[in-house]
């Protein structure tokens, strides 16, 4: 079982987009933890319009978290997302997570924003017994964009971040495969579903190096 906890305390960054694509990517389970509840009533879309629909379970309480762990199979994946906000269960996730993706943009607000997840990070380290750091994952970079200082200087900076490799561009094409309840993978766009698959390679690797760190 591999948990892939998707987080930021900054609401809008792209955490549902990212875990819905993550859950296409990986055949995974979603568990999802905003009470918006954005990604179930999107698998509710995906049944109306006749798509298939993934696995997610809503889930309100520590509690549920737990029971829902248990009840996981060895060799599944569960992709959480989480709400733009703190409280107890995002925590737990986080607490429990193989690898936590935190999508963030290149503004001078993550300058803030950032921070105040990097607090949260270092509470949730002191009440576990085991260092926790966060994948950044840049998002929405405009087309061209190569030049990524703002976060790259945070990344450096924090102990609690690592920045990933992979980049998510800004593209239309999220959003209308979003709103039709698809997945990339449902789309014919090479560019996006590459930087997809190259968003799941890269989580295996870091959950297979972090298993290695620990033996
Ligand atoms: N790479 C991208 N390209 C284009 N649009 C994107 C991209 N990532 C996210 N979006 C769009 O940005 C908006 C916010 O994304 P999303 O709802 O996934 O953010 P969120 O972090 O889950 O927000 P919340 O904190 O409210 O749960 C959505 O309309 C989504 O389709
Ligand atoms: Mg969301």
Redesign the pocket.
């Known amino acids: 079982m591999a948990i892939i906890t998707v987080a930021?305390t900054k609401?809008?960054?792209?955490?549902?987009?990212?875990s819905w694509n993550l859950a296409g990517a990986f055949n995974g389970t979603i568990l999802d933890l905003?009470f918006?509840r954005?990604l179930t009533r999107n698998n509710e879309l995906r049944k109306q319009f006749g798509l298939k629909p993934f696995k997610v379970l809503e889930i309100s309480s520590p509690d549920e978290f737990l029971s829902a762990m248990k009840k996981a199979s060895l060799s599944e994946y569960i992709i959480v997302d989480t709400?733009?906000f703190d409280d107890n269960l995002v925590r737990l996730a986080i607490a429990y997570a193989n690898i936590i993706i935190t999508?963030a943009f290149e503004n001078n607000s993550e300058l803030f924003g950032l921070q105040t997840f990097a607090d949260i990070l270092n509470e949730i380290q002191q009440q576990i017994n085991h260092e926790i750091s966060s994948c950044v994952l840049i998002?929405?970079a405009y087309h061209n964009a190569t030049n990524f200082e703002v976060i790259k200087s945070i990344c450096n900076s924090s102990p609690k971040f690592r920045l990933m490799n992979t980049i998510?561009?800004?593209?239309?094409i999220?959003?209308k495969t979003?709103n039709a309840a698809q997945t990339i993978y449902e789309s014919t766009n090479f560019q996006a579903k590459s930087e997809i698959n190259s968003l799941k390679k890269e989580i295996e690797q870091r959950i297979v190096n972090a298993i290695k760190e620990c033996i």
């Open positions: 930021h609401g809008g960054v792209g955490k549902s987009m990212i905003d918006q954005t709400g733009g999508p998002n929405r998510i561009r800004d593209r239309s999220y959003r979003f």
